[in-house]
């Protein structure tokens, strides 16, 4: 195997002419793959492509093999094989494409080029020095004898049965790994599914107890219900008897008494109308829990309901104490139940009054259709944020030094929230201890439709 140069691209080229430059050949490609850096297995598979390329294209005439490294984008092993002319057949290429990454046949007259081509390794770096060992590598070995490349053949077979022994023992080791994993893994699988049976029942027995107490506490709910509906109507009709006899004897026409009798009956007339007031209040809001307070929508002036309200508070607050109203300018007329929305206000009102001592007392109106708002604002002792929560709670008072002067029944706010979320509305609370509380009551707007014209009269 005789060898040359023939331009600066190629590493090293020769001519094939006998069986034992095709055992050269071998040598030399697997030479060359080590001085490029590719592993064991891509040494073999690029000699052995090779030699079985150089087999199937010997006795052609003038037949070449030339080992190049061409620039380009993919840095690969080029190895061509040309020849000039020949009777044998076109090139059988299955056995080196199987090894190889390209292989390929550029038929030429008279003769042919086979262009092999396999990958460089990503541990490569092109230059000088390497070209340089990769043609010593190539012209390294001389044309052996059939019985070296026949050792030579057999030392590549036994290596790869070596490494393909290894391989299997890995493979195995691998399996036996994976059974040991499955086997966890169903285990895992069993223990899991036994917990979330155990799971599931406690769920069940859990839902099963939640009923039940549901079920108790819509009893005891509605057994609550019925309780102060019952004492509102037995409370309503000696309150009312009492009330009634208490202005008997006030009246202009009763007997003559004395300033002090008077003052004695004034205060049980007072005390008569809170107790019928709070009488109301309790059967109010046990119909509204027990969904039996109905709505009465009609067109209410908002101006006269607010002149009304804030007559009949003012006065009820500490000396000290103002009340201020909105000024009564272009109220709209709204569809919404009066009767409800004056319990509302009045409550707040007479809520925020009742624990103010100095200040004032505000109460704000807005529309902001399709909203409109209702806002009271104090300058009271206020309510302390670990109370906020409890305050909307039936019966619950903040306690607190004026707690014992004003004692009441603790049903005002969630009597007033109630009333709100009854007309579709919603009641919001923020307050500061010692600088005043805030109640913003939101309820939709409904403009009530202006009353028509009459119609003119005509004449007879």
């Given amino acids: 195997?005789?060898?040359?140069?023939?331009?600066?691209?190629?590493l090293a080229a020769y001519e094939l002419t006998t069986a034992?430059?095709?055992?050269?050949?071998?040598?030399?490609?697997?030479?060359?793959?080590?001085?490029?850096?590719?592993?064991?297995?891509?040494?073999?598979?690029?000699a052995t492509a090779l030699s079985e390329l150089g087999r199937d294209r010997l006795g052609c005439a003038g037949l070449t093999v030339s080992f190049a490294l061409p620039a380009g984008r993919e840095p690969v092993l080029s190895v061509v094989f040309a020849w000039t002319g020949g009777t044998k057949p076109a090139p059988d290429l299955e056995p080196a494409a199987r090894l190889l990454h390209r292989v390929r046949h550029e038929p030429a007259a008279p003769g042919g080029r086979i262009v092999a081509e396999h990958p460089l390794p990503a541990s490569w770096a092109d230059g000088a020095d390497a070209r340089r060992?990769?043609?010593?590598?190539?012209?390294?070995?001389?044309?052996?004898?059939?019985?070296?490349?026949?050792?030579?053949?057999?030392?590549?077979?036994?290596?790869?049965?070596?490494e393909t022994r290894a391989?299997?023992?890995?493979?195995?080791?691998?399996?036996?790994?994976l059974?040991?994993?499955?086997?966890?893994?169903?285990?895992?699988?069993?223990?899991?599914s036994q917990e979330l049976e155990e799971?599931?029942?406690?769920?069940?027995?859990?839902?099963?107890?939640?009923?039940?107490?549901?079920?108790?506490?819509?009893?005891?709910?509605?057994?609550?219900?019925r309780f102060w509906r019952n004492i509102s109507h037995e409370l309503r009709t000696p309150v009312n008897a009492v009330v009634a006899l208490t202005r008997l004897l006030l009246a202009p026409g009763s007997a003559p008494?004395?300033?002090?009798?008077?003052?004695?009956?004034?205060?049980?007339?007072?005390?008569?109308?809170?107790?019928?007031s709070l009488v109301g209040d309790l059967l109010?809001?046990?119909?509204a829990e027990a969904g039996q307070l109905e709505i009465s929508a009609a067109p209410t002036d908002l101006r006269a309901l607010l002149a009304q309200l804030g007559a009949v508070m003012r006065g009820t607050g500490a000396p000290g104490v103002a009340l201020l109203m909105p000024e009564p300018v272009s109220f709209p007329l709204a569809v919404t139940d009066e009767a409800l929305l004056t319990r509302i206000l009045r409550n707040l009102l007479s809520n925020a009054l009742k624990f103010t001592e100095q200040g004032e007392v505000r109460l704000e109106f807005r529309v902001d259709p399709p909203w409109m708002a209702f806002t009271v604002t104090d300058t009271g002792v206020g309510i302390p944020e670990d109370e906020l929560a409890r305050v909307f709670e039936e019966f619950y008072q903040v306690r607190g030094p004026l707690q014992r002067v004003h004692r009441g029944t603790g049903l005002g706010l969630p009597y007033a929230r109630t009333l709100t979320e009854l007309l579709g509305g919603t009641l919001r609370l923020s307050s500061t201890p010692g600088a005043g509380t805030r109640v913003e009551v939101e309820l939709p707007f409904v403009p009530a439709p202006l009353p028509s014209a009459p119609a003119p009269e005509t004449a007879p």
């Fill in 20 to 46: 034992q430059d095709v055992f050269a050949l071998r040598r030399t490609g697997q030479s060359a793959a080590a001085a490029l850096g590719m592993d064991r297995q891509d040494q073999v598979r690029v």
């Fill in 133 to 162: 060992g990769v043609r010593e590598a190539l012209s390294r070995h001389a044309s052996p004898t059939l019985a070296d490349d026949l050792r030579s053949q057999t030392r590549d077979l036994i290596t790869a049965l070596e």
């Fill in 199 to 225: 799971t599931n029942s406690g769920v069940v027995a859990l839902h099963a107890e939640l009923e039940e107490k549901s079920a108790r506490l819509r009893e005891t709910s509605e057994a609550k219900t």
């Fill in 1 to 10: 195997m005789s060898g040359g140069v023939p331009d600066p691209a190629t």
């Fill in 284 to 287: 109010d809001v046990a119909k």
């Fill in 167 to 177: 391989q299997r023992e890995e493979m195995r080791r691998l399996n036996e790994e």
């Fill in 179 to 192: 059974e040991e994993t499955n086997r966890g893994v169903l285990a895992l699988y069993t223990e899991l």
């Fill in 257 to 276: 008494l004395t300033d002090e009798q008077r003052r004695q009956l004034s205060l049980i007339d007072a005390s008569g109308q809170s107790l019928l």
